[in-house]
């Protein structure tokens, strides 16, 4: 088709083709990194967990009685012991933080003493010797800790010790810090005085809380300290259809070993994970109905417009329909000019979408915007040009030549 | 004049329906999602104590460890026992107070009553005056009950409420943990937001229900809440009074700029005077920000509500343009009328006038129906699980804002059409028709 015409014709209507075309770049530059937003969203809400999410369940409980009454390590073991033989209660563990917990403890390590920055900085997780079958992790090298690595709390607490000698590492922590080297049998540092051996590495464990980014969500470690009653969480795997009476009963047996405390929370761990991301979820659904009241608006300003021209040109439709001009011809005129005048929108709005990144990346500390967005935002662009054009296209094309004859 | 072109206005609007509601609701969905996202920006950027967060400002020293140093990094965000109690001790501001968030458990007389626990703030005398904190009954406890780790309680109405079921309840003994506590005051309603004071917590919600001495509070060595940052080693252990662990937020009240340079001066002669007996490593690195610069600097509201107000602000000037389009169209294709007007006498200005009053129409019109969808929007997003939802509240600064938004997206897209319409000459338009 011949498209001299056509932009003859647009140039009558400048304004009104500006218009279509900056509103389609406007949508094209908003949507793209509206899109790019959602997955970017939706990538972080289904970060791995490494443990079993399905099968766990937390208890956090708080004393009444003044501190230092008994022995905190004692009552610990007490509490775990009674949860353990709950009906149902495959392993049972007293851990400092759960992930997508509300607390986190957090380290820097070095690989040498002397060091004056650290390396990195991660999560850490305090393990008894229930701690990986309990969370389900799993180990990809090296081994569990063995009975006499075990450090107490309390002593830790108090300064007494020695740093752990052994320590478990994240596979992402590995080669954060190892590189492509083997992790196991190496050295890191918590302080400035001992080293503590990586003796194990498993696949994913995720740290409590992480901010918008993902790089720095695996990077956790597994210490061998036996926590105390105070600053542990209970942590219990169980079959999934056996968890909301496990943790009534969980309640029930803490209260008859101890009647002197309350339940601060208890719940499933699935159901943590599902609060933690919901602001993600609500922001993605937001979102995708920006892009979709976009595509909407936008859509329905095409159909508009196009019907008005389609109107205001009935006679000239008439005219070359009674000069001979075809259906098809008439429908692909109106088409064209949608193409055409999308086109320059997508042009526009690619250069905008750009744009936008830009300021996005130093505002939130996002990646720069994929280059395949910027295809996908034309595509669905044209497509909406031409889905929104068709009808009125085909009522041009129904005109019938006699028009030509008559006034308006 | 004005109410003939109303009138033709109105007609010229019923005679495409559809076209007239697509204005007004892409008017209308631009407008209500920019007042929500607008009216919630609001509420969290707000000023937590209008009448003294210029005097209020929030000390910061670095006594963290040489090692991981970055130049021009930010002080440490909190302060250590030592130094706070140092700060504390020295009075040189108009009013000083050190404070830890923590928690506790309630044990209430009365055996209807489970034990519950509570939020509570450890904190300083000054506290209470410092913050303008207002008393139902009684009042906050005095420095000496801070040297004398008194057992004595401050405590929120709605504690009140549930245990002394609202009376006058100073004078009475409340069990915290395994001690017998006085209440000394009862708090009014009181909940600045954001949480300005401590925004270790959530932020915009989880208020306290019980202040204590930070004195008692540390030698019964109550539960503290909050974030620790512990550097080197913590020599025996004993986190809490160590000088290389930052977890304590102390405020300082001064009431004119004068006082501010001389605070300033002491806080780099304090740092100092700590160099030379050992401690502070780093080189001087004080800052004394405001309740609104410090805020700003912990970039309190969140990005994502920054972001929403952009994307709606986006989405307005789609739905802007879209009617721009639309609306030119419409009044071009009434040359004919135009220019029958124009011929029979009427002066451009006044064919302007008549289209502009058609824009305006609709812009109207687009307003109402922003309004509602606005409150609408405020409705969805309290139902949200953010801390801040229940706050998401329309206020009559908002209502003028949604007003102004009407006026302004009306003129816009009314503007550039009208001028097109006037623009029309008679005789062309008359001849071709």
Known sequence: MDIAPILAALKRQKTAAALIAIEIALSCAIICNVLFLITHRLERSHVPSGVAEDELVYIRTAGIGASGEDDPMVRAKEDLGALSSLPGVKSATIVNQIPFGHSSWNTGVKLAPDQQHTSANVGAYYADEHLLDTFGLKLIAGRGFLPDEFLNFEDVLKGKVDPPSAVIITKTMATRLFGNEDAIGKSIYLDDTKPTRVVGIVEHLVRPNFGSDLIDA??????????????????????????????????????????????????????????????????????????????????????????????????????????????????????????????????????????????????????????????????????????????????????????????? | MFRYYAWLAARSLRKNPALTALMVLAIGLGIGASITTLTV????????????????????????????????????????????????????????????????????????????????????????????????????????????HARDVVISKSLNQKVFSGGNSVGKTLRIQSTDFRVVGVLDNWRPTPHFYDLNSARYSDYEEIFLPLSTAMELEFGRNGSMDCWDNTADGDQVHSPNCSWLQFWVELDSPDKVKAYKAFLNNYSDEQRSQGRFPRPNNVRLPNVMQWLDDQKVVPSDVRLQVWLSFGFLAVCLVNTIGLMLAKFLRRNGEIAVRRAIGAPRREIFAQFLVEAGAVGVAGAVIGLLLALLGLWGVRQQAADYASLAHIDPTMLLMTLLLAVITALLSGLLPAWRACQVTPALQLKSD
Request: glycine content about 8%; aromatic content about 10%; proline content about 6%.
């Open chain 1, 218 to 408: 695996d990077t956790s470690m597994l210490l061998p300290v036996r926590l105390s009653l105070g600053y542990g969480q209970f942590v219990l795997r169980t079959d999934p259809a056996n968890r909301d009476a496990l943790i009534a009963a969980a309640k029930k047996k803490l209260k008859s070993v101890s009647p002197n405390r309350i339940v601060l929370s208890a719940d499933k761990l699935s159901d943590t994970r599902s609060k933690y991301f919901k602001q993600d979820r609500v922001m993605a659904g937001l979102l995708i109905a920006v892009v979709v009241s976009l595509l909407i608006v936008t859509a329905l300003g095409i159909v508009g417009l196009a019907s008005f021209w389609v109107q205001r040109r009935r006679r000239q439709i008439g005219i070359r329909r009674a000069l001979g001009a075809t259906r098809a011809q008439i429908l692909h005129y109106f088409q064209t000019e949608n193409f055409l005048i999308v086109t320059v929108g997508i042009a526009l709005g690619m250069l905008g979408a750009y744009a936008i990144s830009g300021w996005l990346m130093q505002q939130y500390e996002l990646p720069r915007l994929p280059f395949f967005y910027l295809p996908i935002g034309a595509l669905a662009l044209w497509a909406l040009g031409q889905l929104a054009v068709l009808a009125p296209a085909l009522r041009a094309a129904s005109v019938p030549p006699a028009t030509a004859t008559r006034t308006v």
């Open chain 2, 41 to 148: 920006l609001r509420v969290l950027s707000g000023d937590p104590i209008p009448a003294k967060s210029a005097q209020l400002f929030y000390p910061q020293v670095d006594p963290r460890s040489i090692n991981d140093y970055h130049p021009g990094e930010a002080p440490a965000e909190q302060v250590t026992y030592p130094d706070g109690m140092n700060l504390l001790k020295a009075k040189r501001a108009d009013r000083q107070a050190l404070m830890t968030g923590g928690g506790a458990v309630v044990l209430p007389d009365s055996a209807a009553i489970d034990p519950f626990s509570v939020d509570a703030r450890y904190t300083t005398a000054d506290f209470f005056a410092m913050f303008d904190v207002p008393f139902q009954y009684g009042g906050g406890w005095k420095a000496t009950d801070d040297d004398a």
